[in-house]
């Protein structure tokens, strides 16, 4: 079956770009070289014996809707290349009962994003009128001269934050499905993404989708039938005329295939998938932007500046001739819910507060950084990197406090008031004119 179009209600095609950039920057899955780091060529069906035991090419079968199963140029038959990965992936440990290791399955569920893809980039002018022509996908790939037109980026994103995204759905469109990274003077030289995707799953030794469905609280299906309170009945049929047996199915295929949970993009077991891991990314990595050790954290002032920052004003402050964008540039534009506004009224950051400090000012005091200073009879404030750090002294003989301090920098002091009132009826003679404010009268 072929792509469909449905544009989403919500969604700018940014949510799309976006998960790809944050998909490339969290995996990072090598793959084998050949000689001299050279890319294997794994094309030929019979490539991991003749070319190198890592090459894992896609067999082409007989009823394929595109993809010839034997090449026409050789008479041999014809697959679509892949290479496998190596063991392990780049990952930092954290601590022993929290670990922020980029999970296996990670890697296949959030290519959900791959079924968000329109065929073609829209192009959108200064006041987001459309520019033809659009980008095709097929046409691009490896070739980036168009991007090196002038203004040619900001067209794409402006067209990027205007345009809806496709509503995931079992469809990728089929400039990935056939024509990906595609050489136009070879015939079917494209790959297939969906393809390479279910590969990619099995070279990494990934259980089938009912097996995560269990470890995600779904039942474990027993037969295809059994998937119909999360895959629509059409669905399951074709389930049913590709593979043999429910437990043969692929996590990325069992995965697609699932009805979005309500509010989400998703199904259930993508969206544990996906939930499992940013949790363990947030709760877990000493290098996340809001954790409390001292040594790495940001400032609470410092937070509140970054928390301001939105993507619309990333965009802006980055692009040549942009100088709109709507407040959510996630969220398609609404004149009343996501108005555009001027790239001016976007907050920035102010960068006053990472600047380097070398004394810390409280009141009258300077304190040198890392020094301390009693700035009052009562509290004690330290100088650190991050501002002064003020603190409730403890007064064990409020008696020696009225010998070393005067009467008004004590009664100024509420610190002082709270923990030594009895001193003041004690000693009538400190409580001067402003010994009212303690609740006591002149003896």
């Not at 410092?302 to 100088?323: A, F, G, H, M, P």
Request: charged share 20%; hydrophobic share 35%; net charge negative.
């Amino acid at each position: 079956m072929h792509d469909v179009s449905a544009p989403h209600v919500r969604y700018t095609l940014m949510v799309m770009q976006w998960g790809q950039f944050i998909d490339h920057d969290i995996i990072f899955t090598p793959i084998n070289k050949g000689f001299q780091d050279s890319i294997l060529d794994c094309r030929r069906c019979d490539s991991p014996q003749t070319v190198h035991p890592e090459c894992f090419p896609i067999a082409i079968p007989q009823n394929d809707p595109f993809f010839p199963p034997v090449n026409i140029s050789s008479g041999q038959p014809f697959c679509i290349p892949l290479t496998r990965s190596m063991p392990g992936q780049l990952t930092l440990d954290y601590d022993a009962y929290c670990n922020p290791t980029v999970l296996n399955e990670f890697g296949i569920a959030f290519r959900f994003g791959h079924s968000l893809l329109k065929p073609s980039l829209e192009r959108m002018d200064g006041i987001f009128a459309k520019r033809n022509p659009p980008v095709k996908l097929s046409e691009h790939f490896f070739n980036p001269d168009l991007l090196y037109q002038p203004g040619m980026l900001d067209e794409i994103i402006r067209g990027l934050t205007t345009v809806s995204m496709e509503t995931l759905d079992q469809f990728l469109t089929d400039e990935v499905t056939n024509h990906l990274f595609e050489d136009k003077r070879q015939p079917f030289s494209g790959l297939d993404l969906a393809a390479l995707n279910i590969q990619r799953g099995r070279d990494h030794g990934l259980q089938p989708y009912n097996e995560y469905r269990a470890l995600c609280n779904l039942t474990r299906a027993r037969s295809f039938d059994d998937l119909h309170r999360e895959i629509a009945r059409p669905v399951i049929e074709r389930m049913k005329r590709t593979y043999a047996h429910v437990d043969d199915i692929d996590l990325f295929t069992g995965g697609l295939i699932e009805t979005p949970l309500h509010g989400g993009l998703v199904g259930p077991t993508f969206g544990c998938t996906l939930g499992i891991q940013f949790r363990n990314l947030r709760c877990c990595d000493r290098f996340w932007y809001e954790n409390a050790d001292p040594l790495v954290r940001f400032t609470d002032p410092q937070l509140t500046e970054i928390r301001k920052v939105t993507l619309s004003k990333l965009l802006c402050d980055n692009c040549d001739y942009v100088e709109s964008e709507q407040w959510s540039v996630f969220d398609l534009p609404d004149p009343f819910l996501n108005p555009r506004v001027s790239c001016r009224d976007l907050p920035g950051v102010n960068l006053e507060l990472w600047k380097e400090r070398v004394s810390c000012g409280v009141g009258k005091t300077n304190i040198d950084i890392s020094g301390a200073e009693r700035i009052s009879p009562c509290v004690m404030c330290t100088c650190t990197k991050e501002g002064p750090v003020c603190q409730s002294l403890k007064i064990d003989n409020c008696f020696h406090l009225a010998q070393s301090y005067s009467p008004e920098s004590i009664l100024n002091d509420h610190v002082c008031k709270v923990q030594c009132a009895f001193a003041f009826r004690a000693f009538p003679q400190v409580a001067t004119q402003d010994s009212n404010q303690l609740g006591f009268a002149n003896s």
